[in-house]
């Protein structure tokens, strides 16, 4: 019998539909969360549902930050237990998760049985995560793909503010100064790293890492964190997924027994 995990983020509201024995995936699905997290929840199980086949889950797990908005879940389980059990289910190996989502950035090390040892959270300021390119994106008109296109070609301008929101005013100054749009990329790009990297500095590091979360789909962020860090990045054909798997292969766990 099939089973599902919902991860409802501050962006994006992800499905995963897995076989309960064999933890085989049959469906997923990635869609904007927008204003109402419940309503973007159910859509995102219902595509999910229809990639797969259209089965319905006998149980199904919801995590992000929307999870207590979902009443179909049997089970509502943390963010950071979800993406460590996905991390680690994806790459065996996987010590230490690092995460960017879209209001946060986390930091977790597991054990080998994908449970959690240890994290730390920057939910307090939006730099350092999605939200800041999303401010980045606005000013310069270019999609993440873009952004990250830019930010390979660049030479990083510095960015000296630690808060999203003053950054957003040294951004506009560093371009009516003539700075060109590439160096501005990839000067939020490097702020982003190293945020990263001073987080993860504070939890040993084990094993191999594993990056989940929106801005792993970036090639030039995920070398530049890489680079930033000193070790090699794993990275998940779907990253934004991870946390929603993690979620199915806990309700996968509690539905067996």
Known sequence: MPVAGVDVGSVAAKAVILDEISLTPLGAAVLPTGWNPREAGEKALAAASADAGNVAPRF???TGYGRVSL????KVVT?????????????PETGVVLDIGGQDSKVISTDPDGSVQDFLMNDKCAAGTGRFLQVLSGILDMDLPALGEAAAHGKPAAISSMCAVFAETEIIGLLARGVPPADVAAGVFLSIARRMRS???RIPMRGQCTFTGGLAMSPAFRNLLAAELGVPVNVPPQPQLAGALGAALLAARISRK
Do not use: T
């Not at 009443?71 to 049997?74: N, V």
């Not at 963010?79 to 790459?91: K, M, Q, T």
């Open 60 to 62: 199904v797990a919801a």
């Open 71 to 74: 009443p179909f879940a049997d």
């Open 79 to 91: 963010e950071i237990s979800c993406h460590a059990a996905g991390a680690v289910h994806l790459f």
């Open 199 to 201: 987080l993860a500095s």
